[in-house]
């Protein structure tokens, strides 16, 4: 199977995403994953996209493209594949459509977290994370619990985006109003889009997503 997840930031994607990591063994292809990877290493790619993803821009199309291209060739051709945060744009899609192509893969799923925009902003600016296992807790909705340490490794160290800000995600909200969601119409016309409601509970969601699957 490879799916792609779709909604605006805060919408689920990268919890639900490592839902189905867990259940199904699928892998998570998580671009904004990557791409802060690369930011920490200080690659090229690193180095270029740091100011971008600062502003809440989109970076190009072509560096996007080439790390899931990586990836993608780095896996066997029967690990499920979840694309996270990719395609944003519709140079993307028509790239993505060329990867799977050359990687012998198909898209069987696009599923669009459909969520409140109001209630992103709530979402993003309170999301934290566990600094070694990557677990996720928010400042209101999830909490750790006990107090400053991981439900899942221990660990007392936590982090925090540095673009989960509000005015930031006011523009990565934009960005996504005007590049992204414009795709998918695209992709209702080959009739492979399932909407999922986003604003559900994360059990309810993932159960959703599971049904939709099987
Ligand atoms: P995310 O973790 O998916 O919210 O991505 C964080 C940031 O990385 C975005 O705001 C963009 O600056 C950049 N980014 C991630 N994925 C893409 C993509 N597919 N195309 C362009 N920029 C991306």
Redesign the pocket.
Known sequence: MNIILLGP?GAGKGTQSARLVERHGMRQL????M?RAAVKAQTPVGIK?KA??DR????S?EI?SELIDAELAAMPASTGAIF??????AA?AEMLDMLLAKHGRKLDRVIELAVDEDALVDRITGRFTCARCGAGYHDRYKQPKAAGVCDECGSTEFKRRP?DNEETVRT?MQEYRAKTAPILPGYEARGIVAQVDGMASIDDVAEAIDDLLA
């Open positions: 930031p998580s671009t904004g994953d791409l996209a971008v993803m809440g821009e989109l970076v199309d996007v996270d945060g990719y395609p944003r744009t993307q673009d990565r």
